[in-house]
Each structure stands twice: as C-alpha cells, then as structure tokens.
C-alpha cells in the first residue's frame, strides 16, 4: 500500500468514524454491536444526525484542512477566522469550551488562553478530535515539525496544554503510520518529545497493557479519549474492527471513533474503508452557504493535504 493511500485513509477514516459514531453518542457501552450483531456496521443515523453526517469534529478537521492547502502552510489567524465564521454558522454541534473561545470578543492569540486562565479546566478532547487533517499535512515536516504544529492549532481553542500534547502525540503516530510503521512501537519517541510535565500522564494511557476501563475520566477528556483510540487500533485487526472497538466503548463515540479512524485509516489505507460507509458520508458546512462535502470532495482535499506529506 502506498503513501498516498494512507494519508487519504487517516482524512477519510477520521470523518467516517465521526459519522459511524455519531448517533452513538453518551449511549451505554456496547450500543453498536447490539445494534449490529453480525457485526457488519451501517450508517444508521440517530440523535439528530443523518445516516453518514459527519459533525463538527470533521467541519473543524475540514477547515484547518482547507486553510491549511489554501494558505499554502500555517495560518493560524485564517483557521481561527474560518472557526468563527462556523460558529456564526450555528453548527448543530460544537463543544463549549470552543464556542466560547471563539466568541469572547479576544484575538486568536489570546481568546483560548484567557478562558483557561478563568476555567482553568480545559482538557477535553475539542482540539485532538480535527487533528487528522493537520497530521496528514505535516507528517512529511517530521516529529518536531508536525507536533510544534500540532500544539499551535490545539491552542487556538484549548489553553490547557495537555490538550496540546496529546493533539502532538496524534500527530506523530500518524506520521509514523503513513511511513508504513507501527503506532504502537513509536510512542517510545513520541512521548520522549511530550513536555515533561505532561509526560507520565500520557505514557499511562498510551502504555501496551492500559485499557479503556483503567481511565479516570470520561473519554470526552483528552487522555482517555486518545488512549482509547490507540487501544482500539492495538488490539484488533481491520479499520472496521477498530471502530467497532471504540463505539462500543460508549461515551464521546463520534470523537473517539473520529481520533480511532484517523489513526487506523493511516495504518490500514484508504481501501481498508468500507464502501458502504464512504459512499453515506456527507457533511454540510454551516457558515459556507449551502456547501455539502461528500467523498468527491474529501478525495480531493486529503489529496492536496497529502502532496505537503
Ligand atoms: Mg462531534
């Protein structure tokens, strides 16, 4: 399998575990199989999603996407712009740590800092759940490069810097799982480039043996939620498996499936996806006017993010 074939898998795969997950979302643990016992999953819509609507993990995912190609590099006031413009949009989801950063009237450089200094708790999973765009974008800048990116798009809108690091670490798996290699083998490395401060909390839930139910919180917080993604790639054998694996886990279901695609997209490639979902997937853009991104679109945005890998 080539290159190209794994950036496009971590861009689609990411938005197809979004929508796959979405009508899960702070359902029971268990849900999708019981929902599927053959096990062969289908966009099923629910909780307000259509089948195969992608929510607002990928319209973010999407925007730093499309800044990314069309700035030809980072700008991150261009993607905090893009950002309010969505919100202006009125999303039909969008967290809210972020809808608050992107209103409170601060600059870019300032609006996500100053909620943190006022809330102080501000490690939910809003900046590692669009991160797959920006890895497949950087990887081919290597581990410095593509985490130091990682940590300034995490910071338009989550101050906490264990979000920043957990959104770096993505981002390096990624980068190792487009090379070919295995996510698993490189978090060794990847953790030896985590801020020391933050080092001992992520090597918990990125170690070989941790599981799901050893978290401490909900997996709407960024530890638990990219552990669970790692665990899910680890410990099964298709990308189809992998998302079964992390819906079925429960909780924040769109953005883990989202985080587990993304990466299991990388390792699995494109064609790992199956048709019956990427032909369902759609995702509308509120602030864009009538736009609708269907696989078409997507193709042709992981396409232009992968000629900078
Ligand atoms: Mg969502």
Redesign the pocket.
């Known amino acids: 399998m080539d290159r190209s074939s794994r950036a496009i898998g971590a861009v689609v795969g990411s938005a197809v575990g979004?929508a796959l997950g979405?009508p899960f979302?702070f359902g029971p643990p268990g849900a999708y199989t019981a929902r599927f016992p053959d096990g062969r999953g289908q966009m099923c819509g629910g909780g307000g999603w259509d089948p195969g609507e992608a929510?607002?993990?990928t319209q973010m995912a999407v925007l730093v996407g499309e800044s990314l190609v069309e700035r030809s590099g980072l700008d991150l006031p261009d993607i905090f712009e893009r950002f309010q413009r969505w919100e202006a949009g009125a999303p039909k989801?969008i967290g809210l740590q972020t809808r608050d950063v992107l209103t409170n009237g601060q600059p870019w450089d300032r609006a996500a800092a100053l909620h943190f200094q006022i809330n102080l708790r501000a490690a939910g999973n809003g900046s590692l759940?669009r991160a797959a765009t920006s890895a497949v974008h950087f990887a081919g800048d290597g581990r410095g490069a593509t985490m130091d990116a990682a940590r300034r798009i995490s910071a338009l809108t989550h101050g906490d810097p264990a979000t920043g690091e957990g959104t770096a670490v993505f981002h390096d798996l990624v980068r190792v799982a487009l090379d070919g290699g295995d996510p698993q083998a490189a978090v060794p490395d990847a953790l030896a480039a985590v801020d020391p401060g933050h080092r001992a909390r992520w090597a918990t839930v990125l170690a070989p043996d941790w599981h799901p139910s050893d978290a401490t919180e909900v997996n709407g917080a960024v530890w638990p939620c990219l552990g669970s993604a790692l665990w899910a790639v680890r410990t099964t054998g298709s990308f189809e498996d992998a998302l079964r694996a992390a819906i079925d886990l429960g909780g924040d279901t769109?953005?883990v499936a989202?985080v587990t695609g993304g990466l299991a997209g990388a390792v699995y490639g494109y064609e790992a996806i199956p048709e019956r979902w990427t032909a369902a997937l759609h995702l509308p853009l509120p602030g864009y006017g009538d736009r609708v991104l269907r696989l078409p679109e997507f193709l042709r945005l992981a396409e232009r993010l992968a000629q900078g890998a």
């Open positions: 979004d979405a979302e929510t607002d993990d989801d759940m769109d953005t989202a």
